[in-house]
């Protein structure tokens, strides 16, 4: 399996017509670096993974991972185009990240990269003010020190991805659900918010490609919307 996704900096929607050049989402750029840094063995692996027990060593499994990132080239390369797009003149100030759904981090290797994935982002980011991580997976004892400790605040409550925004902030949510997408866009439907909006996660558009406008419309109306 291939794992690719896109970070999105969302806009105003503008509507077009099926088959012309996107207008919407114009300043994407598609990357495909994360098949580079061991996903897809990744994913390969995970069921075969041990289940961590102890905090010391989850720890040295996630520093291992985000020292092998930093190296990469691929994953530098990445880091510093969205670090190049949160830098724009509304983003100067500070930025919030929102973490969802990257499942357990104690039993599946694939969350661990992914972790190890953001935690690499934001020290090459730097302006972070907050880091808040939920997944509706239960978190171990252990699992919550470790998110901790690397710097998230653990929501307590399921947002549903309702979470209103009025500073710069990237969802980093790989993977997550249609759903979730589509509440992250509803919670933030007007300008002011859209600006400040990021995704890190799947490419939305298709969905667009792949299911019907009725269907898409009933499930997903403002993912329907931007992929116009």
């Not at 509440?183 to 300008?191: D, F, K, R, S």
Request: aromatic fraction near 10%; hydrophobic fraction near 40%; include cysteine.
């Amino acid at each position: 399996m291939t794992f690719k996704y896109k970070f999105i900096p969302v806009r105003k929607p503008r509507r077009k017509a099926r088959g012309l050049s996107d207008t919407t989402l114009d300043e994407q750029e598609t990357s495909e670096c994360l098949d580079d840094i061991g996903f897809e063995v990744v994913k390969s692996i995970t069921k075969s993974s041990p289940k961590e027990k102890n905090m010391e060593q989850l720890m040295k499994i996630i520093d291992d991972k985000i020292s092998t990132l930093a190296t990469w080239n691929s994953c530098t390369d990445f880091s510093d185009r969205i670090k190049d797009k949160l830098a724009a003149p509304e983003s100067q100030n500070s930025i919030d990240i929102v973490c969802y759904g990257i499942g357990s981090i104690a039993d599946s290797i694939l969350s661990q990269w992914q972790l190890a994935l953001i935690l690499v982002l934001s020290r090459r980011i730097k302006k972070i003010r907050d880091m808040v991580y939920y997944d509706p997976v239960l978190l171990s004892e252990i699992e919550s020190n470790v998110l901790v400790f690397f710097g998230f605040k653990i929501l307590d409550v399921n947002e549903e991805g309702r979470r209103k925004i009025d500073k710069p902030t990237l969802f980093y949510m790989p993977h997550c659900p249609l759903a979730l997408y589509d509440n992250v866009l509803n919670a933030n439907w007007n300008a002011s918010s859209l600006r400040h909006l990021y995704i890190f996660g799947n490419l939305l558009t298709n969905y667009y490609e792949n299911m019907s406008d009725s269907k898409l419309a009933a499930k997903a109306p403002h993912v329907l919307e931007i992929s116009f």
